[in-house]
Nanobody, 121 residues
Framework: QVQLVESGGGLVQAGGSLRLSCAAS????????MSWYRQAPGKQRELVAG???????NYADSVKGRFTISRDNAKNTVYLQMNSLKPEDTAVYYC???????????????WGQGTQVTVSS
């Protein structure tokens, strides 16, 4: 089994910054893509940013230039640095990891429990 534990959410004023962390543990042979998603009340979950094991990244248009995703493969950890936060960034943020549990197995998606980010105006 694999567990993802997120931390770093909270309440911040518009224009402020937060850094989210997500650490994966358990039966991990390799992690391919690690990503951050978010879900605001009444809206569908959406991709915020993703990063491949090799370092390729992709971002939602709404966060480009403000958010930066990074990861430490040795620690199976992914980060999301969020700057210039806006009230519309308010959501529950979820970590996702595409995990291969042993050689030859297909990758499986795992999710964290979510961390609340609230941006006040």
């Amino acid at each position: 089994q694999v567990q993802l534990v997120e931390s770093g959410g909270g309440l911040v004023q518009a224009g402020g910054s937060l850094r989210l962390s997500c650490a994966a543990s358990g039966s991990i042979w390799r992690i391919n893509v690690m990503s951050w998603y978010r879900q605001a009340p009444g809206k569908q979950r959406e991709l915020v940013a993703g990063m491949s094991r090799g370092g390729s990244t992709n971002y939602a248009d709404s966060v480009k230039g403000r958010f930066t995703i990074s990861r430490d493969n040795a620690k199976n950890t992914v980060y999301l640095q969020m700057n210039s936060l806006k009230p519309e960034d308010t959501a529950v943020y979820y970590c996702n990891a595409e995990v291969v549990t042993s050689w030859g197995n297909s990758p499986t998606d795992y999710w964290g429990q979510g961390t609340q980010v609230t941006v006040s105006s």
